[in-house]
């Protein structure tokens, strides 16, 4: 799915993200369809849809979860759906995260080195965010499109300069 989503010319809005086409096989335009439809529903995606989305990609969370990633200039958006849900017949169970940069405590990103077998499945992004009652929860999202490190960078950088990162 990287490779297709890759060609999609960025910075774009959400919304226009949301209403592109793809040339996928049939699991992954179930998938992208399903993830399109839910986060279009999504209670909070008012304030998302004109958001400029730099990266878009696809990821493993906890490897029972599989979904995509918008990278925005100051958050880390996320709409992921169980794998093993998907394997017993049973209806997605999508869910939305984001993680603003005023959230986030630490940020490392990984990069495993000459893969050409999985040339877009080689980063790792660790995120420790405070969450809603004070506490550090650390989130990794595997898998990441190592074709967007430059993008991971500037959103490093940019959360450098408007916040110190305790991991820093």
Not at 69 to 92: A, H, Q, R, W
Request: charged share 25%; glycine share 4%.
């Amino acid at each position: 799915m990287n490779i297709h989503l890759n060609k999609i010319v960025l910075p774009k809005t959400v919304s226009h993200i949301l209403e592109s086409k793809f040339d996928f096989t049939d699991l992954e335009l179930e998938f992208i369809n399903g993830a399109n439809q839910f986060l279009k529903e999504y209670a909070g995606i008012e304030s998302y849809k004109v958001k400029m989305v730099y990266c878009l990609g696809t990821c493993l969370f906890n490897f029972t979860r599989v979904g995509l990633y918008f990278l925005l200039e100051d958050e880390v958006l996320t709409i992921s759906t169980s794998n093993l849900k998907n394997m017993n017949g049973e209806e997605p169970d999508w869910r939305v995260m984001h993680f603003p940069f005023r959230v986030i405590e630490e940020l490392d990103l990984e990069m495993v080195e000459n893969l050409n077998d999985h040339k877009y499945e080689a980063g790792i992004l660790y995120v420790t965010v405070i969450n809603d009652k004070g506490v550090n929860r650390t989130h990794v999202l595997h898998n990441i499109n190592p074709e967007h490190i430059h993008c991971f960078r500037d959103f490093y950088t940019n959360i450098m300069e408007n916040k110190r990162i305790r991991g820093a």
